[in-house]
């Protein structure tokens, strides 16, 4: 059942019963050898050796002799090469006794301690988990675990591992101080990311700043914190902030694919096509199955296209993130500016009647919510190759159809006549 501990107490006793019972005996220095008992486990089979055993027995306890000589000339050379900080050398050494003693809690903590000076973090938590169960109260690997995790930023596995140490010594005081910030750090990292289910983001964005200042010297925080910073400003439609942070965390990850898609999203905003579009293929390149992606620079393309042809937000001077009363406002002002009743000169009123059809298209598309969506989506509701199918689009007018048309008009029932002079 691989209950060694377990076993060792029987076999003790069967010896002390009958001493020349060299099968418990052999089999009791198997259980030693495989915990790194090495001078208890040669003794044993010694012992074998001198009780007239049967020839499988002495041929066994031969072998294990020279077994167990080894394992202590290897644990010489691997705490000779751990002393002289030769880490590399020791894991080497540590690696090929582990394959015999497997149970030696100590040893596994010897090369937990070389791995963390190689920085191979996860591989020292691998070797820690087995010795906090192959030693009872084992309180410093739990310790030891949640240090780690919590230096890679895994704050919820840190938070696990310092509780299991607090349940073996409530009074732990390394543990204890750890488990208060490991919680403190752990709320505030969940109460951002209900924020930002919520759509509260400029209060998320808040948390994760006081996030950076409640652990300011474990880098994995402050880049995940800025990350979520950077996915909060292109959420909440503000795009310098969000091009700025997302930089920031590009510079020290230049593969963070949720920072890429997130500085995609900003430079549509503002625009920036191109640069959208480089963001979204980087990316793709290293998640090239994420639909969100795809979609993304699809219509990255798209807008592309449609912003080296007829731009309504442009016409009108507003951004692409404007509020309906924006567009109405900017709209009237122009309608009014450029009404080809304002002016004389032929070929001045010709210019005129088209920026105003321009200027009421721009309008008409940007103030209905369903064809404003097909625009921001890279579709131009107004224009026929833009529709599927193809022929005649019904919105495109001349001047002559908006004859008679009141720029101020709400829709509503209440109508307004102007003259101008």
Known sequence: MGKSKAALPDLSKVIELKMDFTAARLQRGHLLLKQGKLDEAEDDFKKVLKSNPTENEEKEAQS??????????????????????????????????????????????????????????????????????????NTEAFYKISTLYYQLGDHELSLSEVRECLKLDQDHKRCFAHYKQVKKLNKLIQT??????DGRYTDATSKYETVMKTEPSVSEYIIRSKERICHCFSKDEKPVEAIRVCSEVLQMEPENVNALKDRAEAYLIEEMYDEAIQDYETAQEHNENDQQIREGLEKAQRLLKQSQKRDYYKILGVKRNAKKQEIIKAYRKLALQWHPDNFQNEEEKKKAEK???????????LSDPEMRKKFDDGEDPLDAESQQGGGGNPFHRSWNSWQGFNPFSSGGPFRFKFHFN
């Open 355 to 365: 920026k105003f059809i321009d200027i009421a298209a721009a309008k008409e598309v």
């Open 192 to 197: 951002a990311e209900e924020l930002i289910r």
């Open 64 to 137: 294990q002799l020279i077994k167990s000589d080894e394992m202590q000339r290897l644990r010489s050379q691997a705490l000779d090469a751990f002393e002289s900080s030769d880490y590399a050398a020791a894991i080497t050494f540590l690696d090929k006794i582990l394959e015999v003693c497997v149970w030696d809690a100590e040893l596994r903590e010897l090369r937990a301690e070389c791995f963390i000076k190689e920085g191979e973090p996860r591989k020292a938590i691998s070797d820690l988990k087995a010795a906090s169960k192959l030693k009872n109260d």
